[in-house]
T-cell receptor, first 110, second 116 residues
Framework: EDKVVQSPLSLVVHEGDTVTLNCSYE??????LLWYKQEKKAPTFLFML????IEKKSGRLSSILDKKELFSILNITATQTGDSAIYLC??????????FGKGTLLTVNP | DGGITQSPKYLFRKEGQNVTLSCEQN?????MYWYRQDPGQGLRLIYY???????QKGDIAEGYSVSREKKESFPLTVTSAQKNPTAFYLC???????????????FGNGTRLTVT
């Protein structure tokens, strides 16, 4: 059975802090790993990672994948209150089967 | 604007009644998905469809049914056989054309179903 473990499950920080969110996985026929941000309703796509060691960046967010150790991290620098959300990690196996983790609830206080 | 529309946003039903959740997309995506989200849980796959008139069970299909008569539409019926139907339901779609293997899922805004 495919497994995804995200940590921490929740995190409270102050604006300006840097956070690192973790995702470890065991997925049969791994193809890629996706990160999503969910505020109140629809999860919105952040990154798709397919290769180890290649960092993807979008503004203050960045992510990297380690296919040998089976984990990924999502970094957010200089956090803002608008970063408050649930961050979901979803590795993909064959036949586009995504397995979602439980998510990390990030709260950024002013 | 292109996107995925789920309706209604909130739905209340009595136990024992079937209820159908709507999902429409105008993104011209071939594949569509239904997920369920419970507090403290990840998204769990209920059903998915890669092409019109074809669909497959996901991890938690029991008590649910779907149809895919049109490319744009993928309604989900929560039947009375579903033991714990109260949840947040998310519909998603993605392209499967060229480069489709690396296309992300796009989600609707969800329907929150409460059954009492």
């Amino acid at each position: 059975e495919d497994k995804v473990v995200q940590s921490p499950l929740s995190l409270v920080v102050h604006e300006g802090d840097t956070v690192t969110l973790n995702c470890s996985y065991e997925v049969t026929n791994f193809r890629s790993l996706l990160w999503y941000k969910q505020e109140k309703k629809a999860p919105t796509f952040l990154f798709m990672l397919t290769s180890s060691g290649i960092e993807k960046k979008s503004g203050r967010l960045s992510s990297i994948l380690d296919k040998k150790e089976l984990f990924s991290i999502l970094n957010i620098t200089a956090t803002q209150t608008g970063d408050s959300a649930i961050y979901l990690c979803a590795p993909r196996g064959s036949n586009y089967k995504l397995t979602f983790g439980k998510g990390t609830l990030l709260t950024v206080n002013p | 604007d292109g996107g995925i529309t789920q309706s209604p946003k909130y739905l209340f039903r009595k136990e024992g009644q079937n209820v159908t959740l709507s999902c429409e997309q105008n993104l011209n995506h071939d594949a569509m998905y239904w997920y369920r989200q419970d507090p403290g849980q990840g998204l769990r796959l209920i059903y998915y469809s890669q092409i019109v008139n074809d669909f497959q069970k996901g991890d938690i299909a029991e008590g649910y049914s779907v149809s895919r008569e049109k490319k744009e539409s993928f309604p989900l019926t929560v039947t009375s056989a579903q033991k714990n139907p109260t949840a947040f339901y998310l519909c998603a779609s993605r392209t499967t054309g060229q480069g489709g293997n690396n296309s992300p899922l796009h989600f609707g805004n969800g329907t929150r179903l409460t059954v009492t």
